[in-house]
């Protein structure tokens, strides 16, 4: 049986309970340039609880809950005057003083903006709460002006473990539409699907990539130690002097190589990360549009007007034009992906040859070791080191090539369905 939706009277004694609303409802409202609202669907007007004379023409914080930081809108504003489509978590409150959760996508359209809200039914809800808790509590207990309170949510989402808003606001759309998909028994559509592998492949690099590094970072120090050993050995040590030196200078490569593919927001990993992540957010962002489009101005939750002299229909195509838009930069998105994986892919190659390398030297060191007979004794020791670490460094950038062939095949795929 499907829920019926909440009725609400104005009652001064809802204060602090929450407002409920089915999970597979969405809101719809398009404000001005000044956030004044012209239009919605019956969702947000019932569930915030206002008639329609007091919602039109009124500013949208009318259903602004105290509980929400003023550096969260401060931190919405400055993006989305920037022409930025941006989503984030708000806390509302209707007019009997209930409040309610939503995922909000906010968008640039025209001379104004439209607002697709979802219900949050994933855990990330509950970590930006209590992230939104501490804000506030800073606000008020150091008088934060909105724009230093910004910086810190900035900050907090970073402590989160995302590398800016941008990745956080991908992460956070695309979790939401997913667990609310789950929870209804519904599939997430083709796009989707195929945005969440590549998304899972490129933070899976992230991993391999860090753990390679690690692998690097252990290994450093064997050019100093074959050094000591063949001082040690005087004349039988001038071969191993010579491997060290040729080893040193393979560990300064790599270490080229690990600058320029995995560290800072330049570098050839931020690049393709960013750009998955950019274009998982608009795909994800252009799904939300299409299913409140799919609905009917007769049904609960339609796509709705209450602005005198503007049909349904109109309403209808403003959305429909944000969503050509969105996929139009998805588009341009998977354009970034295609160019950075082909950079991806050379980079590794380079990373191949110098493995190659350290298998030449791990030969070498080998040989020596077994010529030098117990002299040989803490060269043996290097050589177990290399051996461990080289099977461990190969093994992982096979994984990076491996997920490498997953954005791109995955890269092809999306270019058939835009």
Same mark, same amino acid.
């Given at each position: 049986?499907?829920?019926?939706? @909440?009725?609400?009277?104005?009652?001064?004694?809802?204060?602090?309970?929450?407002?409920?609303?089915?999970?597979?409802?969405?809101?719809?409202?398009?404000?001005?340039?000044?956030?004044?609202?012209?239009? &919605?669907?019956?969702?947000?007007?019932?569930?915030?609880?206002?008639?329609?004379?007091?919602?039109?023409?009124?500013? *949208?914080?009318?259903?602004? *809950?105290?509980?929400?930081?003023?550096?969260?809108?401060?931190?919405?504003?400055?993006?989305?005057?920037?022409?930025?489509?941006?989503?984030?978590?708000?806390?509302?409150?209707?007019?009997?003083?209930?409040?309610?959760? %939503?995922?909000?996508?906010?968008?640039?359209?025209?001379? &104004?903006?439209?607002?697709?809200?979802?219900?949050?039914?994933? $855990?990330?809800?509950?970590?930006?709460?209590?992230?939104?808790?501490?804000?506030?509590?800073?606000?008020?207990?150091?008088?934060?002006?909105?724009?230093?309170?910004?910086?810190?949510?900035?900050?907090?989402?970073?402590?989160?473990?995302?590398?800016?808003?941008?990745?956080?606001?991908?992460?956070?759309?695309?979790?939401?539409?997913?667990?609310?998909?789950?929870?209804?028994?519904?599939?997430?559509?083709?796009?989707?699907?195929?945005?969440?592998? +590549?998304?899972?492949?490129?933070?899976?690099?992230? %991993?391999?990539?860090?753990? +390679?590094?690690?692998?690097?970072? %252990?290994?450093?120090?064997?050019?100093?130690?074959?050094?000591?050993?063949?001082?040690?050995?005087?004349?039988? =040590? =001038?071969?191993?002097?010579?491997?060290?030196? /040729?080893?040193?200078?393979?560990?300064?490569? +790599?270490?080229?190589?690990?600058?320029?593919?995995?560290? =800072?927001?330049?570098?050839?990993?931020?690049?393709?990360?960013?750009?998955?992540?950019?274009?998982?957010?608009?795909?994800?962002? $252009? &799904?939300?549009?299409?299913?409140?489009?799919?609905?009917?101005?007769?049904?609960?939750?339609?796509?709705?007007?209450?602005?005198?002299?503007?049909?349904?229909?109109?309403?209808?195509?403003?959305? $429909?034009?944000?969503?050509?838009?969105?996929?139009?930069?998805?588009?341009?998105?998977?354009?970034?992906?295609?160019?950075?994986?082909?950079?991806?892919?050379?980079?590794?190659?380079?990373?191949?040859?110098?493995?190659?390398?350290?298998?030449?030297?791990?030969?070498?060191?080998?040989?020596?070791? @077994? $010529?030098? /007979?117990?002299?040989?004794?803490?060269?043996?020791?290097?050589?177990?080191?290399?051996?461990?670490?080289?099977?461990?460094?190969?093994?992982?950038?096979?994984?990076?090539?491996?997920?490498?062939?997953?954005?791109?095949?995955?890269?092809?795929?999306?270019?058939?369905?835009?």
């Amino acid at each position: 049986m499907t829920e019926q939706p @909440a009725q609400f009277t104005a009652d001064s004694s809802y204060s602090g309970s929450e407002a409920q609303f089915h999970l597979s409802e969405l809101f719809h409202s398009r404000t001005d340039a000044r956030g004044v609202i012209q239009a &919605g669907n019956t969702v947000f007007q019932r569930v915030a609880g206002y008639e329609w004379s007091e919602l039109v023409g009124a500013p *949208h914080k009318i259903i602004r *809950h105290p509980d929400m930081p003023k550096g969260v809108f401060e931190l919405i504003w400055s993006r989305i005057k920037a022409g930025k489509p941006t989503g984030g978590y708000v806390k509302n409150r209707c007019k009997n003083g209930r409040y309610y959760w %939503v995922f909000a996508l906010i968008a640039p359209i025209g001379d &104004g903006y439209i607002s697709t809200r979802l219900k949050p039914s994933s $855990a990330l809800r509950g970590e930006v709460e209590k992230l939104y808790s501490s804000l506030l509590a800073r606000e008020t207990e150091e008088g934060l002006k909105p724009t230093e309170s910004a910086e810190i949510l900035l900050q907090g989402i970073t402590d989160l473990g995302f590398t800016n808003y941008e990745s956080f606001q991908s992460h956070a759309l695309a979790t939401e539409v997913e667990a609310r998909a789950q929870q209804l028994g519904r599939q997430l559509d083709p796009l989707q699907r195929r945005f969440l592998e +590549m998304s899972k492949a490129i933070a899976q690099v992230q %991993v391999e990539t860090s753990e +390679m590094t690690e692998a690097f970072e %252990v290994i450093r120090t064997v050019p100093m130690n074959m050094r000591i050993i063949a001082s040690r050995l005087e004349s039988a =040590g =001038g071969p191993i002097s010579a491997i060290s030196v /040729n080893y040193s200078q393979m560990l300064e490569d +790599m270490s080229t190589w690990v600058e320029t593919f995995v560290e =800072g927001e330049s570098c050839v990993f931020a690049r393709i990360r960013d750009a998955i992540l950019k274009g998982q957010f608009l795909g994800f962002a $252009a &799904g939300l549009v299409d299913e409140m489009l799919e609905t009917c101005e007769g049904e609960e939750g339609g796509i709705g007007t209450h602005t005198d002299g503007l049909s349904v229909q109109a309403e209808a195509e403003i959305c $429909a034009e944000l969503k050509r838009g969105f996929l139009e930069e998805t588009a341009k998105a998977l354009t970034e992906v295609e160019v950075e994986a082909k950079r991806f892919a050379r980079s590794v190659l380079d990373m191949k040859r110098f493995v190659t390398g350290l298998s030449s030297t791990r030969m070498m060191c080998k040989i020596e070791s @077994a $010529a030098l /007979n117990n002299s040989g004794t803490a060269l043996a020791g290097i050589v177990e080191q290399l051996d461990e670490r080289q099977d461990e460094i190969e093994a992982r950038l096979a994984r990076v090539v491996e997920l490498n062939s997953v954005v791109q095949s995955n890269t092809a795929m999306l270019r058939t369905l835009l």
